[in-house]
Antibody
Framework: EVQLVESGGGLVKPGRSLRLSCTAS????????MSWFRQAPGKGLEWVGF??????????EYAASVKGRFTISRDDSKSIAYLQMNSLKTEDTAVYYC????????????WGQGTLVTVSS | QSALTQPRSVSGSPGQSVTISCTGT?????????VSWYQQHPGKAPKLMIY???KRPSGVPDRFSGSKSGNTASLTISGLQAEDEADYYC?????????FGGGTKLTVL
């Protein structure tokens, strides 16, 4: 059974950093691109970015709203994807989801349960 | 503002059909047949309902169907059931980006 479990969320002050983890099981993690999404309270889904599998170079792409502040990485040996968030702003407050992606077409067939990040002083 | 435009809400009675539109541009919806739809119940993670414009993953009822014309994709739900009440999001491949709609709240009356 495919499972994705996010962790690392919490309360953080503006300007600080936080790293989220997404631990995967039930599939060959290294074969898939992994994506991150977020959903602000009462708002819609927002794509944050993704990391390609090593077969496609392991490179990353980001939404304009987070580019330069957020970094996605992966450790295939541990089946974990990371979202490093720096220079956090209050508008980054959201539930963050990791997903498995059908690359390159951009379909997301498995989602984690989400982890809440609250940016507030 | 979301990249893809969806109506904020639609509604229908049990047994009826509803259609949710998703309008983009020639750089996303109109340029590729890589449109997907997601259902999200309150407090839950989204669920893939449609991919490749009109294909259903295993386990998704055939009451859900998708189509596309030009820059607009559509999700039709026929034979509405109470459990279909949820938020629906469209998504399109756009090269190195993935673009989403703002979401549509479906109310089953």
């Amino acid at each position: 059974e495919v499972q994705l479990v996010e962790s690392g969320g919490g309360l953080v002050k503006p300007g600080r950093s936080l790293r989220l983890s997404c631990t995967a099981s039930g599939f060959t993690f290294g074969d898939y691109a992994m994506s991150w999404f977020r959903q602000a309270p009462g708002k819609g889904l927002e794509w944050v970015g993704f990391i390609r599998s090593k077969a496609y170079g392991g490179t990353t792409e980001y939404a304009a709203s987070v580019k330069g502040r957020f970094t996605i990485s992966r450790d295939d040996s541990k089946s974990i994807a990371y979202l490093q968030m720096n220079s956090l702003k209050t508008e980054d407050t959201a539930v963050y989801y990791c997903t498995r992606e059908w690359f390159p077409v951009g379909y997301f067939d498995y989602w984690g349960q989400g982890t809440l990040v609250t940016v507030s002083s | 503002q979301s990249a893809l435009t969806q109506p904020r809400s639609v509604s229908g009675s049990p047994g009826q059909s509803v259609t949710i539109s998703c309008t983009g541009t020639s750089s996303d919806v109109g340029g590729y047949n890589y449109v997907s739809w997601y259902q999200q119940h309150p407090g839950k993670a989204p669920k893939l309902m449609i991919y490749d414009v009109s294909k259903r993953p295993s386990g998704v009822p055939d009451r859900f169907s998708g189509s596309k014309s030009g820059n607009t994709a559509s999700l039709t739900i026929s034979g509405l059931q109470a459990e279909d009440e949820a938020d629906y999001y469209c998504c399109s491949y756009a090269g190195s980006r993935r673009v989403f709609g703002g979401g549509t709240k479906l109310t089953v009356l």
